[in-house]
């Protein structure tokens, strides 16, 4: 998946994190920084860390747009946070990992902006593998989305790119498990694969 840049798209999606969420009538309302403890550091966190946290929720996703939804609630919550700054990029990964799999185990995604995401790609030469391609790509989805949170997070975190050091790291592990919890993950997702295959 690619990685998010930091060039003016990135610097834009961060406005709106510079602002508290409060409730109101059930309402998400965004207030401005000067009514919450918005974090000092905010700025350059988001930084030096947006594009990773957008690169898991997207492997997750598979969009782009809900991807950067996805780390607007992340960053939104950790500027309300106390997580040291030293930590942020694994608190970050996993909330992103966690969220994305949320959007996903609620039925929150919207097909249709996948499909045309997909569909609009003039490089594809024949419409039968764009569609079989759409098609696996859901079915890895649904199939993550089944699998025991840990597993599913580790998983995400680690082919998200970060190494095993930093996936114990942020889901508080001993460097030597996460390789076991990871190869179990895989296991499982292949499991649910064939358990649900589309019959011929």
Known sequence: MDVVGHGRSAHAAALPVARRAERKDGV???????????????????????PKVVAVAARV???RD??????????????????PAGEALGWLSVAAAHT???????????AS?????????AACPDVADAVV???????????????PRRQAVALVLRHGGLSYAEVAAALDLSPGSVGTIVRR?????????????PSD
């Open 28 to 50: 998400v309302v965004l207030s401005p920084p000067g009514r919450g403890a918005v974090r000092a550091d905010l700025e350059q966190v988001f930084r030096t860390s947006y």
């Open 61 to 63: 996703l598979g969009t």
């Open 66 to 83: 809900e991807a950067e939804d996805v780390a607007q609630e992340v960053f939104l919550a950790f500027g309300r946070s106390s997580v």
């Open 100 to 110: 994305a799999l949320n959007h996903l185990r609620s039925g929150r995604r919207r």
């Open 113 to 121: 902006r996948e499909e045309a995401a997909d569909g609009g790609d």
């Open 133 to 147: 391609t759409l098609d696996e790509r859901r079915r890895v989805r649904a199939a993550l989305a089944r699998l």
């Open 185 to 197: 993950a895989e296991s499982a997702l292949r499991k649910e694969l064939n358990r649900h295959a």
